[in-house]
C-alpha cells in the first residue's frame, strides 16, 4: 500500500508535461527529415565515390532528383563528368541523365559498385569544344614531328572548316596519290568544308567542298577521299553506362554529341 | 566520206579538249581564296526556316545542359558558345518565345514560334527536342 502510494506521487511528480512532449516530437521530426537529406547527399557521394574508381576525369558531379520524402525514389539521376583524359576522349562534358533509375543500393553501400536495376529513360551527351580539337591537332602534330604553316579549324554550323599549309608528306602514301596531281612544291595547300556523321560511336567526316592548290575537287574525288578518311575516330564507350551515339551537331564553338 | 569522218572525228575531239580545259579552268577559277566558304544554303520557305531555326536553337538549349546541368533561364545564355545569334522568326519578325517548366521534379523547354496563325496551326513549337505542328 505504502508502495503503491510511493509510485503514484513519483508518476505524478515526473509526468511528462505538454510542451516537452512537443518540444521531443520536433526534435524527432527533425532527425528524420535531416536523416533523409543526409540519405540523399550520401547516396549522391557514394554514386560519385564509386565511378571515381572506373571512370577516370577531372570532376564527378551528381545531382539527384527524388519523387518524394517517403519513398526516397529517385526520379532522376545526372552525372556529369568533366575533362575526360584527352588521350581516351577529348570530351569536356559529358552528362548522363537517367529518369526513374532503380539503383542497387546494396551494392553501392556493400561493394561500392554502381548498377542501376532499371530506368525509364536514359540520355547521353558529349561536348567537345573548338578549342579541345585545336590544342589535340597541336599536339598529335608535334609528337608526330609534323610541320605546317598554316592549320585552321573554324566552326561554321552545320560545317567544320579547315584551312591549311602542310607538307605533302605529311599525308600517308595510300591517300597521297589521290591528290597527287594537286601537289605543288611539295606542299598542298588549301580548305575544306565539312559535316559530320556518327555510326556506332564511329565518327564519318563527310566532306562537302575541297580545295587543293587552287583547285575545286570534283564530287567524284571528294567522295573518294570520304571512302579513304573513314572513320576519322572511334569513341570509346564509357563504362559502366551502355550507349550508341546516333546524333552529331556542330554548334557555334561545340560539337554535341548524343544518343 | 571518209575526210567527213575524219572531220566529225577532229570535231568531235576538240570538243572534248574544250570541254576539258573548260571544266580544268572552272575548278581553277573555284579553287580562289575567295571561295574558302562553305556550300551556301537553298533558300528555303519561312516555315522551314522557323522550324530549322527551332531545331537548332533546341539543340544548343540541350548542349547547354551537358555543359551545365540545367536549363538555360533565357535563350541569350546560349551565346555566343553555342549559337551565333537567337534570330527572329521569319513572318513575323519577332524573336522565338522561350519558356521552363518544372513538372514533379523534372524540367522542361519550350520553343515556339511567337505567332503560329501565321504559319496556319494553332501550335508551332519545339519542346524537348520534338518538333509540334498542328
Redesign the interface.
Known sequence: MKMARLFKNSFIKHRFPAHLMIVLSSVLFLFITASDLYSQESVDSEIAKALRKIVKCEKI?I?T???DNKSGKL??L?I?LVGMPKHILPA????VQY?NPDIDLIALRKSNNFKIKSYSNFKI???VSEQTIKNEFDKRAKKLNFRYNKFLIKF??P?I?L?FDIPADAIPLKDRKLVEKFIKNKRLE??A?LRLEIHDNRIIASP??V????????MTLVSEFKKRINPIYNIPRIRPFDYDLVKV?I????I?F?N | MRNKKLLLLFCILIAIIVAVIGYVSF??W???VS?????KQSSVSPQERAQSDLQ?LS??V??Y???N?EYPQKLELL??????RVGSDPLSGKTYQYSLVET???SRYRISVPDPKLYNAKEFYIEDGTLVQK
Open positions: 558531379e545531382k532528383k527524388t519523387e526520379k532522376s545526372l556529369r569536356d562534358y559529358v552528362t529518369a551527351g558529349m561536348l561554321t554550323p560545317y572548316e584551312e588549301g580548305y568544308a562537302v567542298k580545295i587543293l592548290n587552287h583547285f575545286l575537287l570534283p551537331d554548334l557555334k564553338q561545340q554535341f548524343s | 575548278l581553277h573555284k579553287g580562289g571561295n574558302y566558304e562553305p556550300p537548332n539543340r544548343a540541350e548542349a545542359f551537358i555543359k546541368m551565346m555566343p558558345e553555342f549559337i551565333d514533379k521534379g523534372t
